[in-house]
């Protein structure tokens, strides 16, 4: 989850048994080599890297290169074209895993047949596509194959878990009910604002659209656009994309819009998906890791129950 989401909750999440992820979309080079390197400092369990690959993340292959030389045991690659970044990773021996947004996406990199194929629905919190997330999911888990598939978007909490488990996923991807954690961020001077509007969500309170892109003046690949909770800068701009891009145009200096909009939480883009709504309170990573899991066992026990 970008650079927001570094070695502490990575390796919180690890230790409590699941797979932690470092962000590294916004990070330098060397700023990833050295969370890396406090992460295997502070677990001895596997761990993964995020490299964004789509043209506009800065230093994509650079940071696939750290990943590489500090032989991370796993990569996650999303958006853009993944195919150079996995077949990169594979012959240095690091295990792949690729998010995608659609079916089609899902075929290619199938082919290529990735150690697991994350399969991400429309609900997920930061950059997604337009698929809901269970019939992809179905429909994915459908042309697998032997390749083991992980769900994202919409999952928070055991029900969502034990629901994918059951269609034959393997695994659950779990972004925005992480962000409610001490261990994520800091998010600037309004890390305690944005983790208590995730706490007051209900889940209804998400947009989805191009403005939050205009506003950061990234460009992501076609399809992709971001979620986040709703707040003055969604409602005053959400339709009105073309003035946007004037406003955001007449401040020239880099991120000048989202550095004056970031200092205000009725503007700053508080990047989260329907999931909000399953978050009850900030607390431990490993907290959230163990209940999910099992909350999702005893569900399990009463599907498996009722079919013996
Ligand atoms: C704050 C935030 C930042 C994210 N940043 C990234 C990113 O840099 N790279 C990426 O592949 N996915 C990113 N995602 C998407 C996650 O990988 C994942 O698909 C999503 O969080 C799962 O859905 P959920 O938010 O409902 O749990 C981000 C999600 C959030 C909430």
């Not at 789509?54 to 650079?62: D, I, K, L």
């Not at 909490?157 to 659950?172: E, F, I, K, S, T």
């Not at 409602?235 to 020239?252: K, S």
Request: glycine share 12%.
């Amino acid at each position: 989850m970008s650079s927001d989401c570094g070695w502490r909750l990575a390796a919180a999440v690890s230790n409590a048994g699941a797979l932690g992820t470092i962000g590294s979309l916004g990070r330098t080079p060397a700023n990833l080599r050295d969370e890396i390197r406090q992460c295997r400092a502070a677990t001895d369990r596997p761990f993964a890297v995020n490299i964004a690959c789509f043209q506009w993340a800065g230093f994509a292959g650079e940071l696939l290169g750290v990943a590489i030389e500090e032989d991370v045991p796993a990569v996650t690659l999303s958006f853009g074209d993944v195919m150079p970044a996995l077949r990169r990773s594979r012959a240095a021996g690091v295990r792949v895993t690729v998010q995608v947004q659609t079916i089609a996406a899902a075929r290619v990199v199938l082919a290529e047949r990735p150690d697991l194929l994350i399969v991400q629905g429309h609900e997920a919190g930061g950059h997604t596509g337009t698929r809901g997330t269970l019939s992809f999911a179905a429909q994915a888990l459908g042309i697998a194959g032997g390749t083991p598939v992980a769900v994202a978007g919409g999952i928070g909490n055991g029900r969502g878990l034990a629901g994918v488990l059951a269609m034959g996923a393997a695994a659950a991807v779990i972004g925005t009910r992480f962000k409610a954690t001490p261990e994520f961020g800091p998010l600037s001077n309004l890390d305690a604002e944005q983790k208590a509007a995730l706490v007051e969500s209900d889940g209804d309170d998400t947009v989805h659209g191009a403005i939050t892109d205009i506003a950061i003046g990234m460009t992501w690949p076609p399809g992709i656009a971001g979620r986040v909770l709703r707040n003055r800068f969604t409602t005053d701009w959400l339709g009105r994309e073309n003035e946007l891009r004037q406003a955001v145009a007449a401040r020239p200096e880099p991120y000048g819009w989202t550095s004056q909009h970031n200092q205000d939480q009725d503007t700053v883009l508080n990047w989260a998906g329907e999931s909000a709504g399953l978050i009850d309170r900030v607390r431990p990573a490993a907290e959230i890791v163990e209940e999910t899991v099992r909350d999702a066992e005893s569900l399990l026990r009463v599907v498996a129950d009722l079919t013996t």
